[in-house]
């Protein structure tokens, strides 16, 4: 299987690092073996599915494992690093790439897959983000259908949680949203989301049905979720497009919010420069009336006392 390397300069972007072309494609088949065994284990194969979603494809570093069937199944991927997505496009024969935004929806039909995996995304989303993107896949995921997708839950939080009120906040709350990754190429809310097993499930309960939780499921690394959509599930595309458009028209409205507490932010410090800048005036004012007005006037006075004396 000849498996396509993407430079460091891209898939640096996926992996946060660079690896040089033997160990990159060591990590690859690594990843896709273990996405097999995890299907395996519950009986699926990537075989047995029509229509298949990468979400979150990157550079493609686990969708090539399944070259072999490209032929045969039709392959999507997304991402939102149009790079990533341009380099599979020119590097990748066979899948349909797409670019989607950081918030849904994405450009496919409502039950348009029989299965959509997501490796490391779910990973890095802020909750708001993750609550809208599943409800985004189980809109485009057939009745019937199945989704996978990784966490990061106690192993990893063990390795990437330095810090004992992090710590104390996950275990408390099931969930941790880490600020962690500053490297000016992902975008500011790109960042390192843990869920804990009971979060992780209660969460993904919400969208579909019979959610299992494979603890270390992937590589032995990170958390595995599989969920099926329930082959009678009704799917009202009326409500879905209605709930999309909601979801739109909020967030129209908190960027017009955040743009308006940005200009009255604004405002509050020219007006607050403007009254420090007053403060000082009239202080030099009373300091001069102190200092200089007052003393003058009690001196003038004393000196017409003296004359009215003399007169
Ligand atoms: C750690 S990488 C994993 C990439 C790929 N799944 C793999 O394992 O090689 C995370 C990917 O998720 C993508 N991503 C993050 N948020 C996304 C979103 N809202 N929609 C689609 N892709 C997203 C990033 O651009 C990045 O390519």
Redesign the pocket.
Known sequence: MAIKIPPAEIHS????KTFDDQEYLRR?VE?GVGLNSLMADQGLSMGQFRRIL?????????LVNYEHLFEEIEFYG????SV?VNWCRANIAGPRFSV????PPLEYPTAFFNFIY????F???PED?MMA?LAEIARVLAPGGVFLATTHGDYCAQLFLPNPNDVEEFRRTGQHYQMNIHDHV?PDW?QTMFLSRERATAVLSQFFDDVLFVPRGLCNYQDALIACKHPHARQDSVLWERTSKEVAELRAELQALRKASATTIQELESLKAGHDDLNDRMNTLLERIRNWLLPTLEKHSAALKHRRRLW
């Open positions: 972007r996926v992996t946060l690859s990843l990468d979400f979150g494809v990157g550079c493609g570093r686990i997304t991402d939102i690093d990533t989607n935004e950081a918030w997501s490796i490391s995304v990973t890095h989303l983000m993107w992902l790109y």
